[in-house]
């Protein structure tokens, strides 16, 4: 067995792993209209700009001409929250058409959605609808997923998502769960740790252990985000700073993948591009003490 | 063990409002309070981006008015486009179907128009034309991203009367129903979308510039000396509508 697939501690071979072939493009932010004018400024803050893809496939203007800015200065990848890939009918063939352009528009070396379906029956919810932890479920987004990536010609990647309610149908764990569809599919592993702590909460298991669970082998991005503290359950809101269990936790992750594109995500009540770059450097911090934990096993 | 469609089908009545909570969250053996979570989500998407898109037509009908419309609208227009902005695209015309249908107390045909607006301008800053600056041009053309309506009522002037929506409220009267026509395009050398009425100079303007007619020719058409001619199109030119090449005196 190839050492770097051990999941319990961290990893024990001489060198970072490599991310399904993909390089690692340090700590970025995504592209927000919040940002568009003082970005650039700041270029030096980040080393790597993510895009939500459906903002810009359908749309020319300020935020076509500042993807194309940004494409010129930044390594770009794609975050997609429509494709919809545990829907009962396949992903919309016009949505994929306009994926694929944008994808190779900026040269994006991977593109990323979540493992959810967020249309069913020719409605949008625009939201991101947990799918059962099921044989047929696994079965459906596995095929669905290596196909995608087939025709897209670079790799796509799953992302663990938030999720509130657990079906009584489930009858696996939501690791092995994760773990069999990207095996299955042979695609990469977008790993929200802030998603890993809020699932934790809401559904009453240890993060660590269920991080320890996953193919991490395969996990080629990370993203980091701030969640709110309901009295009865923890909102994902992409809309506060990372708690510090949070990077606690990331900190525990890099110790056993070695160092991983990472990203901060904010969508709602967008700070200055200042604060992000500070607290970009809080994970940038994070990830140093991962590093430092996991460097004896991994460092040359 | 219920199949995928099953399941789906069940969260999907659920989502729609066309299935109690309870029975739904009963039927997926799921908590109905976290059901209920993205019940409220879904929802507040739509009520989201249509309070984004149509600001002044929620500002003067009011937020109980405006929040039954919302809530009709959800019901009746499910989204079906991918890009959360588009589920906002059949407001106007479902929004005149409703009056037409005497479904709409409190809305008023204005409101329509008002709608009609406001997506226009959403339409226009997201237009996939460039503006070209004067430079590289060799002739004068219309702004790439022009869009005309034609309103029942006069709503550029109205906006132009209150340009801060948070002035705007139920209390402001309606104004007369006049057709006029509304010119939208991104004003050169920023993203911003600029309104104009239709005037009779900016139309005249647009009239030669589209067909290419010499100023002279123009001029005559209308029995205006050329110099009134020459400054419609120069007016044009200032806001925007006809982007020109620096040296347009030599056209």
């Keep these: ?300 | 063990m219920a199949s995928l469609k099953d399941l789906a089908e069940t969260v999907h009545a659920a989502l729609r409002r066309e299935l109690d909570t309870d029975v739904a969250a009963a039927r997926l053996g799921v908590d109905p309070a976290r059901l209920g979570i993205y019940r409220g989500f879904v929802h507040d998407h739509v009520s989201g981006i249509l309070d984004k898109l149509y600001p002044y037509v929620r500002a003067h009908l009011g937020s109980q008015i405006w929040a039954e419309l919302v809530a009709a609208y959800f019901r009746e227009v499910p989204a079906r486009h991918w890009e959360l902005n588009a589920c906002g695209e059949a407001f106007p015309a479902w929004l005149d179907a409703r009056i037409a249908a005497g479904d709409g107390p409190g809305v008023d045909p204005f409101h329509v128009a008002l709608a009609e607006l406001e997506w226009e301008q959403f339409v226009v800053y997201m237009h996939a034309a460039t503006v070209p600056a004067g430079e590289h041009l060799e002739a004068p053309v219309l702004n790439p991203t022009l869009s005309l309506l034609d309103l029942a009522y006069p709503v550029v002037r109205f906006i132009v009367d209150h340009p801060e929506v948070g002035d705007v409220g139920p209390a402001i009267p309606v104004p007369a129903a006049a057709r006029r026509l509304a010119l939208l395009f991104r004003r050169p050398g920023t993203w911003r979308v600029a309104y104009y009425q239709g005037s009779d100079d900016l139309l005249f303007a647009l009239k030669v510039v589209h067909e290419q007619i010499p100023l002279a020719v123009a001029a005559e058409a209308v029995h205006q000396p050329i110099a009134v001619a020459r400054a419609a199109v120069d007016h044009a030119i200032a806001v925007g509508l006809v982007l020109a090449p620096p040296d347009f005196a030599a056209w």
Excluded at chain 1, 214 to 240: K, S
């Design chain 1, 1 to 300: 067995m190839d050492p770097s697939h051990a999941t319990t501690g961290p990893v024990s071979h001489r060198e970072p792993p490599r991310r399904l072939g993909q390089p690692n493009l340090g700590f970025g932010i995504g592209l927000r209209g919040a940002h568009f004018d003082t970005l650039w400024d700041h270029a030096e803050s980040f080393d790597f700009l993510e895009i939500l893809s459906e903002n810009f496939m359908a749309f020319g203007g300020k935020p076509r001409a500042m993807l194309e800015r940004a494409a010129a200065t930044f390594p770009i990848v794609l975050h997609g929250v429509s494709l919809s890939i545990g829907g009962v009918a396949p992903p919309d063939e016009g949505y994929l058409r306009e994926l694929f352009a944008l994808i190779r528009a900026v040269r994006a070396p991977w593109f990323s959605d979540h493992l959810c379906f967020s249309s069913n029956f020719g409605v949008e919810y625009h939201d991101l609808l947990p799918l059962p932890f099921t044989e047929e479920a696994i079965e459906l987004v596995a095929g669905r997923a290596r196909e995608l990536q087939e025709r897209a010609g670079v790799p796509f990647l799953l992302e663990n998502p938030s999720y509130y309610m657990r079906y009584a149908d489930s009858a696996l764990d939501e690791a092995t769960f994760l773990r069999e569809i990207v095996e299955r599919a042979d695609c990469g592993l977008l790993l929200d740790v802030n998603n890993v702590w809020v699932n934790a909460c809401n559904h009453g298991y240890d993060p660590r252990a269920f991080i320890e669970a996953l193919p991490l082998e395969r996990v080629v991005q990370i993203h980091m985000a701030g969640h709110l503290v309901l009295p009865d359950v923890v909102i994902d809101t992409h809309g506060a700073p990372v708690i510090d269990e949070v990077l606690d936790l990331y900190a525990f992750t890099i110790a056993r993948t070695g160092p991983v594109t990472t990203l901060l995500e904010w969508d709602h009540d967008i700070p200055t591009i200042e604060v992000m770059a500070a607290e970009t450097d809080k994970i940038r911090a994070a990830a140093a003490r991962g590093a430092e934990q996991g460097a004896a096993s991994w460092r040359p």
